[in-house]
């Protein structure tokens, strides 16, 4: 079973700041990753799938980097509508997710 | 626009069967080019995939759920099905039904490797007595 980590828990930022997320998988999975952002009371949206394709309809402010093990997610000016829970997804077999990353306001 | 709506009980007793039904428009489950899946989410936890399964019957699980989790589809409704015995207060979510975009196969395991594009709007089931 592959485990993924993402960190930092928890990000306090203010708006129009750049933001970088992490997420770590323990074994390489290639490509094979994906990104969500989930607001409150709502499913999760697809942002990136291959580790840095943007999802239709995505914000070029979005991207994705990484491939093996080592992925991020970058935020180029976080607007408002961006203070949500992040989520990643490896897609090996059996996919799993990562625990999430909250971006909040400073 | 793709829509998936999440319907069922909300309230399941413990060790009874917890079913859920997602019904699917704006694209046909027969068409083969998607798997359908679930998706939950304990209360203020992350997310954790159940399984998913092909127009064909096909299916895979999570591992930790396989013992108690069967997906159904019925092409004809348009719709899937998640069936979740002998369930506990453990299994207290929200659960999604997603579609799934098909990214590779993996030859050692036979898992069709994908992520999930389109989501419903999550079905609340809380296991109580």
């Known amino acids: 079973e592959i485990v993924v980590t993402q960190s930092p828990a928890t990000l306090s930022v203010s708006p129009g700041e750049r933001v970088t997320l992490s997420c770590r998988t323990s074994?390489?999975?290639?490509?094979?990753l994906a990104w969500y952002q989930q607001k409150p009371g709502q499913a999760p949206r697809l942002l990136i799938y291959?580790?840095?394709i943007r999802a239709t309809g995505v914000p070029a402010r979005f991207s994705g980097s990484g491939s093996g093990t080592e992925f991020t997610l970058t935020i180029g000016s976080l607007q408002s509508e961006d203070f949500a829970v992040y989520y990643c997804?490896?897609?090996?077999?059996?996919?799993?997710f990562g625990q999430g990353t909250t971006v909040e306001i400073k | 626009q793709v829509q998936l709506v999440e319907s069922g009980p909300g309230l399941v007793r413990p060790s009874q069967t917890l079913s859920l039904t997602c019904d699917v428009s704006?694209?046909?489950?027969?068409?083969?080019?998607?798997?359908w899946s679930w998706v939950r989410q304990h209360p203020g936890k992350g997310l954790e995939w159940i399984g998913y399964?092909?127009?064909?019957?096909?299916?895979f699980y999570n591992p930790s759920l396989q013992s108690r989790a069967t997906i159904s589809v019925d092409t004809s409704k348009n719709h899937y099905s998640l069936n979740l015995n002998s369930v506990t207060a453990a299994d207290t979510a929200v659960y999604y039904c997603?579609?799934?975009?098909?990214?590779?196969?993996?030859?050692?395991?036979?898992?069709?490797?994908?992520?999930?594009?389109?989501w419903g709007q999550g079905s609340l089931v809380t296991v109580s007595s």
């Open positions: 997804q490896q897609y090996n077999a059996p996919t799993a």
């Open positions: 399964i092909h127009y064909s019957g096909s299916t």
């Open positions: 074994q390489g999975v290639s490509n094979n």
């Open positions: 704006g694209d046909s489950i027969n068409s083969g080019a998607h798997w």
């Open positions: 291959s580790a840095s």
């Open positions: 997603a579609r799934v975009v098909v990214g590779g196969y993996d030859t050692l395991t036979g898992y069709y490797l994908g992520y999930f594009d389109f």
